[in-house]
Antibody, heavy 124, light 111 residues
Framework: EVQLLESGGGLVQPGGSLRLSCAAS????????MSWVRQAPGKALEWVSH????????YNEDSVKGRFIISRDNSKNTLHLQINSLRADDTAVYYC?????????????????WGQGTLVTVSS | QSVLTQSPSVSGAPGQRVTISCTGS?????????VHWYQQLPGTAPKLLIY???NRPSGVPDRFSGSKSDTSASLAITGLQAEDEADYYC???????????FGGGTKLTVL
């Protein structure tokens, strides 16, 4: 059974940083691309970042480019999101999500499994 | 403002059929990218409901069905049940944005 468990959220001041983690189990982690998807309170889902299984390719939504860094440690089956220069509009629940297949790429991938999310609150 | 457009809300009585629409453009749904649907029950994480326009993952009842045409897609739910009350999101890929995009979500209320 696929399990994704996020951690690292919390209350942070504007301009601050956080490192989110997603511990994965139940599948061959290094074979699957992974994404971070966020949801501001009462708002829609928003894709943020994606990383390939090897970690060699990363993609970021325009509003977070230069501030968010997605990475992974395949030896520890863990996905990370380093979020810097936090703003109030970054307040959201951050979900990690697993691609549906080892063989998908780019637009053929979608979010097959989801974690329970971790809440990031940016406030002074 | 979301790249994919959904009606904010829809409602129906138990046993009825409802449809939820998702409208995109030539850079996403119209560019032959698949549409996927997610169900988010209150206070929980999203769950994959329909993938690749019309396919149901194992465990999803056949009361849920999806379709796609040109630059839009639809999710149909028949035989509405109280436990179907949730937010529903469509998702595709946008070639202009080079990223994955979601609809604004539709809140389904079972009367």
């Amino acid at each position: 059974e696929v399990q994704l468990l996020e951690s690292g959220g919390g209350l942070v001041q504007p301009g601050g940083s956080l490192r989110l983690s997603c511990a994965a189990s139940g599948f061959t982690f290094s074979s699957y691309g992974m994404s971070w998807v966020r949801q501001a309170p009462g708002k829609a889902l928003e894709w943020v970042s994606h990383i390939s299984g090897s970690g060699g390719s990363t993609y970021n939504e325009d509003s977070v480019k230069g501030r968010f860094i997605i990475s992974r440690d395949n030896s520890k089956n863990t996905l990370h999101l380093q979020i810097n220069s936090l703003r109030a509009d970054d307040t959201a629940v951050y979900y990690c999500a697993k691609d549906q297949s080892r063989f998908c790429s780019g637009g053929s991938c979608y979010f097959h499994d989801w974690g329970q999310g971790t809440l990031v609150t940016v406030s002074s | 403002q979301s790249v994919l457009t959904q009606s904010p809300s829809v409602s129906g009585a138990p046993g009825q059929r409802v449809t939820i629409s998702c409208t995109g453009s030539s850079s996403n749904i119209g560019a032959f990218y698949d549409v996927h649907w997610y169900q988010q029950l209150p206070g929980t994480a999203p769950k994959l409901l329909i993938y690749a326009n019309s396919n149901r993952p194992s465990g999803v009842p056949d009361r849920f069905s999806g379709s796609k045409s040109d630059t839009s897609a639809s999710l149909a739910i028949t035989g509405l049940q109280a436990e179907d009350e949730a937010d529903y999101y469509c998702q595709s890929y946008d070639t202009s944005l080079s990223g994955w995009v979601f609809g604004g979500g539709t809140k389904l209320t079972v009367l």
